[in-house]
């Protein structure tokens, strides 16, 4: 079993920065991209940013700019750093952990979420 763990969130004014942090758990094989979603009231899930395992980045056109992911494959975590940030980045924010399986195949992990809450 894995285990995927955010932390980070919290409340910023309009214009601070936020470092979210990720770790995955368990009975990992290999870790082949880490994402990050967010989803905010009454609104659709909506993909953040993601990483790969050899370092391959993509944001949303919304973040583009002022969020960067990174991560530290040896110890199966990934950071998104929020900076400029606005109202509109208020959501909760997901980990998403796309493992391969040591005899074949892939399984994705999702973390509980931590709240991100910009407001003056």
């Known amino acids: 079993q894995v285990q995927v763990v955010e932390s980070g969130g919290g409340v910023v004014q309009p214009g601070g920065s936020l470092r979210l942090s990720c770790v995955a758990s368990?009975?990992?094989?290999?870790?082949?991209?880490m994402d990050w979603y967010r989803q905010a009231p009454g609104e659709q899930r909506e993909l953040v940013a993601t990483?790969?395992?050899?370092?391959?980045?993509n944001y949303a056109d919304s973040v583009e700019g002022r969020f960067t992911i990174s991560r530290d494959s040896a110890k199966n975590s990934v950071h998104l750093q929020m900076n400029s940030l606005k109202p509109e980045d208020t959501a909760v924010y997901y980990c998403?952990?796309?493992?391969?399986?040591?005899?074949?195949?892939?399984?994705?992990?999702w973390g509980q979420g931590t709240q991100v809450t910009v407001s003056s």
């Open positions: 998403t952990v796309h493992t391969v399986r040591q005899f074949g195949g892939t399984e994705d992990y």
């Open positions: 368990g009975s990992i094989f290999s870790i082949y991209r």
């Open positions: 990483i790969t395992s050899t370092g391959s980045t």
